[in-house]
């Protein structure tokens, strides 16, 4: 009953705390791409050009699931507690959450997930069994 896996990128040049403003120069979507059929996954991922809150409700609205779902988005403390929580909804027992960047911090809370990402782990402490904790974490929903 699962969906594919999905990645959600908006793949373009943007200015969060200085980071990702060459993406074009780099060509990170053309890379993803190539990354992805070298892997031979092209019929088990697709990218999705979206912001990650209107994708995100659009799974659950869908009623989609997912076994495995990769944070990997805006380093902003709102916008990571934001994806967090909406991807757990679409995530199922057993799943594996995926969280990057957990580590990464700036002086100002609001501009990096790391006190996001404690405030979900305290919010839903008991629901999820904890796999791995350094730059990443890594979650299995109970």
């Avoid at 969906?3 to 705390?17: A, L």
């Avoid at 990702?20 to 996954?41: H, P, R």
């Avoid at 380093?75 to 679409?90: K, N, R």
């Amino acid at each position: 009953p699962n969906s594919k896996g999905i990645g959600v990128d908006m793949w373009s040049n943007y200015n969060e705390n200085k980071l990702l403003e060459n993406m074009d120069a780099l060509q990170v979507e053309q890379s993803f791409y190539k990354n992805i059929k070298t892997a031979g996954l092209e019929s088990r991922i697709c990218g999705l050009k979206n912001n990650s809150t209107n994708a995100l409700l659009n799974f659950i609205k869908a009623n989609k699931t997912f076994d495995f779902i990769y944070v990997d988005g805006s380093h902003l403390l709102l916008d990571c507690y934001s994806d967090l929580v909406l991807a757990w909804e679409i995530l199922v027992n057993g799943g594996i959450l995926a969280i990057d960047d957990y580590l990464y911090k700036q002086i100002s809370i609001l501009d990096s997930p790391f006190e996001a990402v404690n405030h979900f782990l305290k919010r839903y402490e008991g629901k999820y069994k904890l796999l791995h904790k350094s730059y990443r974490v890594f979650l299995e929903k109970i």
